[in-house]
Every structure is written in structure tokens, then in C-alpha cells.
């Protein structure tokens, strides 16, 4: 039993200095241009150890991302007053633009949005306005919205945030005001 716990820290450990690694690397570098060598250098771990836990650089970073996005969406799935669940997914992209911006810069906002898009697709199901819209016009509609969305967050954060939070906050609530009736 202790061998096992002991073997459990040691992967969770590993976990945390691959993915502190990453995250500096990608301070000067972007993931396209990274190999897991130099990341295995830099986490000081083998190159074993990382494919024993990972499978790419980018699933580093799914894994990384996943909880973040988890954690707002199951937060704003369960509140009733719409308003509210754009007050607290703008508070999210505000917490995290420091992560946006790396994202931007080293080129893995694709990423992101798709975390996002598949956290989203829950929220939409909710508050899609035509009912009888199923399969593909439901799947066309959510990826537009998401799309609208992320998209108004991130052109934010590359424009350096000139416009004040309330701004944008009030841009995405007219754009989902505008296609959704709410």
C-alpha cells in the first residue's frame, strides 16, 4: 500500500514539473517550434516518464487547461440568472488573460477553444432558442456561438484590452441577446 501511494506522489510530481516546464518554455518559444526533448531537459524527467503520462505537448496542456474550464462551466451550469453566468465566464477570461496572451503568443488558442467548445455545447444545449433544431443545425449553431464568443474574448486580449471588462461584457451579452432572444 505504501509502495502504491508513494508511486502516486511520484506521478503527480512528475505531472507538475512537466507542465511547470511547458508553461516556461512556452514563455519564449511556441509549441510547434517545442520537442519533448527539451522539455524533458527542462522538467528533469525522462522521456519515458513523459510518455508514461502524456501522450503529446498539447495533451500537457488539455490536461492543464481541462479543470480551469471544468470548474467555471460547472459553475455557471447551475445558476438560473443568465446575467450572472456572463458576469462570472467574463471574471473567468479575466483571471486567465495572462494565460490567453501566452496562448496567443505561442500559438495554441486552438486549443483553448476547443476545451471551451466542448464545455460551452452544455451551456447552449440549455438555452438553445429553437427546440426543434437537432443534429446538424444544433451542431452549426453551438460551434457559431462559441466561436462568436471565444473569438470576441480573444481579439480582447491581442487588441491589449483597451476596452474596459464592462465593454466587452456587454458586447457578448448584445450578441447573445441578438442570436439567442435572451
Not at 524533458?40 to 519515458?48: D, I, L, P
Not at 453566468?85 to 479575466?94: G, H, P, R, Y
Not at 460551452?120 to 462559441?146: C, L, N, V
Request: glycine share 4%; with cysteine; hydrophobic share 45%.
Amino acid at each position: 500500500m505504501a509502495a502504491t501511494e508513494h508511486a502516486q506522489i511520484l506521478k503527480k510530481d512528475t505531472r507538475e514539473w512537466i507542465t511547470i516546464a511547458l508553461l516556461e518554455l512556452l514563455q519564449t518559444k511556441k509549441i510547434s517550434k517545442l520537442t519533448i526533448s527539451e522539455l524533458v531537459k527542462k522538467a528533469g524527467v525522462s522521456r519515458m516518464a513523459f510518455y508514461r503520462n502524456y501522450e503529446s505537448l498539447e495533451h500537457v496542456l488539455v490536461e492543464y487547461y481541462e479543470p480551469k474550464f471544468a470548474d467555471i462551466f460547472n459553475k455557471i451550469a447551475f445558476k438560473r440568472n443568465h446575467e450572472q453566468k456572463i458576469t462570472d465566464m467574463t471574471n473567468f477570461f479575466l483571471e486567465l488573460s495572462h494565460d490567453f496572451q501566452l496562448a496567443i503568443e505561442s500559438d495554441y488558442t486552438g486549443l483553448l477553444y476547443q476545451i471551451f467548445k466542448n464545455h460551452i455545447t452544455q451551456f447552449y444545449d440549455e438555452i438553445i432558442p429553437f427546440p426543434d433544431w437537432t443534429g446538424a443545425k444544433r451542431d452549426y449553431w453551438i460551434h457559431f456561438m462559441s466561436a462568436g464568443v471565444f473569438e470576441i474574448w480573444v481579439m480582447w486580449i491581442k487588441n491589449g484590452q483597451k476596452e474596459t471588462i464592462e465593454e466587452i461584457s456587454t458586447l457578448i451579452r448584445l450578441f447573445q441577446e441578438f442570436f439567442c432572444g435572451l
